[in-house]
């Protein structure tokens, strides 16, 4: 148990580590971890959704029961944590960006390593559905949000001019083309989507360096409000997913990874969204590397629930 848990987190660990020492020693700097931010969210990230979604068959799309349970285990997560963080900060760039670093499980770059290895090559349907939802709901959400919370201007004007510019960026309609191309059962011609998965292959990789790069340049503290984020991420969303799994009814293969995928610690695109919007950076990277690193003690809790029929 311990190899395959440790196995995936470790080069995660080492990754960050190299981009915080490249920081540290000034081979990159804030400067250069803008543009990197702007790369994986503007190029590659978005990259590897369209890919994936449209590789993704119809009929995959639409288990009802699964689907409606990670709803409530990722956006529920993600009202909770952002209702708290506004009641905390009075402030909407803070408040969704707690919301997005405590919701959004690490699925794409640890979960389907380890569940690949526990359950095999098929476990990538339930790391598409979690990424489908993030994709289309909570990633276009908080690019709403922080859009909102950079206007200059109010009321209807704004949220008009938030929406126009949201929609034009790639983090929107990518996933959503992707998804459409399933629907529709249109497959990218193989060139493109050749190239498309060469640049989403890369974002795993410079999401990581970029993390490790953010964190050498902001404080790094282990706050009330971090320890706060730690107890949302790795306690109560499994919590919260394992409640709706049994309340939706959906049981099975499928539920068990979903549940696994809760547990897992918090992605690292948050940190990109924060860096970019220059708030809640710090909160953000500690956040992430300490549920990473607390993650060898907490997942292997999940896997001894599943082990013991839940959600069979």
Not at 34 to 59: K, Q
Not at 116 to 137: E, H, K
Not at 191 to 202: D, I, P, V
């Amino acid at each position: 148990m311990l190899d395959r848990i440790v196995g995936p987190i470790l080069p995660v660990a080492l990754v960050i580590i190299l981009g915080y020492i490249a920081g540290k020693r000034g081979r990159l700097n804030r400067a250069d971890s803008l543009v990197i931010s702007r790369l994986v969210l503007g190029w590659i990230f978005p990259a590897l959704l369209l890919v994936s979604m449209a590789a993704t068959p119809r009929s995959q799309l639409f288990d009802v029961k699964l689907i409606s349970a990670t709803f409530v285990g990722i956006m529920g997560m993600y009202l909770i944590s952002l209702l708290i963080g506004w009641l905390h900060y009075r402030e909407l760039k803070a408040a969704t960006l707690k919301g997005f670093v405590t919701a959004y499980p690490d699925a794409a770059f640890m979960g389907i390593p380890i569940l690949q290895a526990m359950f095999g090559a098929g476990s990538i349907y339930t790391v598409l559905v979690l990424n489908l939802i993030a994709s289309l709901l909570m990633i276009p959400m908080t690019t709403m949000l922080l859009t909102v919370a950079a206007g200059s201007s109010s009321g209807w004007h704004a949220f008009r001019s938030s929406i126009a510019q949201a929609v034009k960026r790639p983090l929107m309609w990518a996933p959503a083309l992707g998804i459409l191309c399933s629907v529709l059962e249109l497959k990218l011609p193989p060139l493109l989507a050749e190239s498309f998965n060469l640049m989403g292959k890369a974002t795993p990789g410079v999401s990581l360096l970029c993390l490790g790069l953010i964190m050498s340049s902001v404080p790094l503290k282990l706050s009330r409000e971090v320890w706060g984020n730690l107890g949302l991420k790795l306690l109560l969303q499994p919590a919260l997913m394992i409640a709706a799994i049994v309340l939706f009814g959906a049981k099975g293969i499928y539920a068990q990874q979903m549940i696994l995928l809760a547990a897992l610690p918090s992605a690292t695109i948050p940190a990109m969204f924060a860096n970019e919007a220059g708030a809640y950076q710090s909160e953000a990277a500690t956040t992430i590397l300490v549920s990473t690193a607390l993650s060898i003690i907490t997942f292997p809790f999940a896997i001894y629930l599943i082990d013991g029929g839940l959600a069979a």
